[in-house]
């Protein structure tokens, strides 16, 4: 599984940092993905991630 942040929509609300911080992290104010690809045992928070981003700014495929 593959994980993208769209940072034009990205509001830094630092959710997915807190779900899911095996796979993002926080630079310059956005969410940026630093596993590629997810870990296989993150998959199940970074889904909880994609699910709870308050703009839809999580793709995963
Ligand atoms: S949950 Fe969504 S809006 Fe919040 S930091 Fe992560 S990608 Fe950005």
Known sequence: MKAKVNEELCVGC??????????????????IVKADPVPQEAEEN????????????????
Request: overall charge negative.
């Open 14 to 31: 630092e959710l997915c940092v807190n779900t899911c911080p095996e796979v993002f992290e926080m630079q310059d104010g956005k969410a």
């Open 46 to 61: 970074c889904k909880k991630s994609k699910e709870d981003c308050p703009v839809e700014a999580i793709e995963l495929e």
